[in-house]
């Protein structure tokens, strides 16, 4: 767990930081009860994501794709986000912090109230055909239609395994962090290209920092590390931040 100087430290550079942004990974979901993909007990414990997740899975395999992205539909219906969603909203909505970048395709962050939100990996919110890209909801791939104009499969608004990044979210984001004068990481393990850059194209604009449960490869560029909840340090320096006493 992390100490209160590094809670005081991180409230202090929030305060100071003219163009503050976030980056979340999964880790922002899990206390949301959303597993994540790489801790103990993840998406991808005893899985291959590239025959669930990928492109060619898709081509492949659309049957046993369809069901994993069924079930990560059904148990989206079941979470909610969480007080660290609603304080990164809050944050915002202060001038604390200009935008969220996240790499989760749950809609939690808008959901919670955030404006500026790049969703790097799509959204499980937005559904389309593989053939015509024609727009379907959940609901509708949940029903099993085929689309309607061209008669093809659907697949879920999320980038696989094996595609780019959608581009207009990830040049916003670039455009972000050429401005930007503090950048908080939060919940992500940083082993996907090319989100984890992200760190490595900030190096030396100003302070980054993450917190994380656990400490990834890339933790020496960070300033400061917290290791534990997204919710609870987040909660932790929200207090501080509204007593003012940082
Ligand atoms: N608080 C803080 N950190 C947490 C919490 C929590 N409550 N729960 C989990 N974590 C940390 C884990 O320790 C882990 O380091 O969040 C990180 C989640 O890492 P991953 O599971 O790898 O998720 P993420 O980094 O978002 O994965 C990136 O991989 O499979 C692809 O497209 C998928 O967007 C995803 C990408």
Do not use: M
């Given at each position: 767990m992390q100490g209160k100087s590094e809670?005081?430290?991180?409230?202090?550079?929030?305060?100071?930081?003219?163009?503050a942004v976030a980056l979340t990974g999964a880790g922002m979901s899990t206390e949301s009860g959303l597993a994540d993909f790489r801790s103990p007990g993840g998406l991808w414990q005893g899985k291959d994501p590239m025959q669930l997740a990928s492109f060619q899975a898709m081509q492949d395999n659309y049957g046993e794709f369809r069901e994993f992205y069924l079930w990560r539909v059904q148990k989206l219906k079941e979470a909610a986000p969480h007080r660290g969603h609603q304080i990164l909203a809050e944050w915002e909505k202060e001038g604390?912090?200009?935008?969220?970048?996240?790499?989760?395709?749950?809609?939690?962050?808008?959901q919670a109230g955030s404006k500026e939100v790049l969703e790097l990996h799509g959204s499980l919110h937005r559904f389309?055909?593989?053939k015509c890209s024609a727009s379907f909801s959940p609901e509708e791939f949940e029903k099993d239609v085929a689309c309607a104009h061209c008669?093809?499969?659907?697949?879920?608004?999320?980038?696989l395994f094996g595609e780019g990044l959608p581009q207009k979210p990830w040049e916003e984001a670039t455009r972000h962090l050429e401005q930007a004068d503090f950048f908080l990481v939060v919940g992500t393990s940083l082993a996907v290209a090319p989100v984890n850059q992200l760190p490595l194209f900030f190096e030396g604009r100003g302070p980054q920092v993450l917190i994380n449960r656990e400490s990834p490869p890339l933790s020496s560029l960070f300033d400061l590390i917290l290791?534990?909840?997204?919710?609870?340090?987040?909660?932790?320096v929200n207090r501080i931040l509204k007593k003012g006493s940082a």
């Open positions: 809670i005081i430290q991180l409230t202090q550079l929030l305060k100071k930081a003219s163009h604390f912090l200009k935008a969220v970048f996240t790499q989760n395709v749950d809609g939690f962050h808008q389309s055909c593989v008669n093809g499969k659907l697949r879920p608004g999320v980038v290791q534990g909840s997204a919710g609870e340090i987040l909660s932790q």
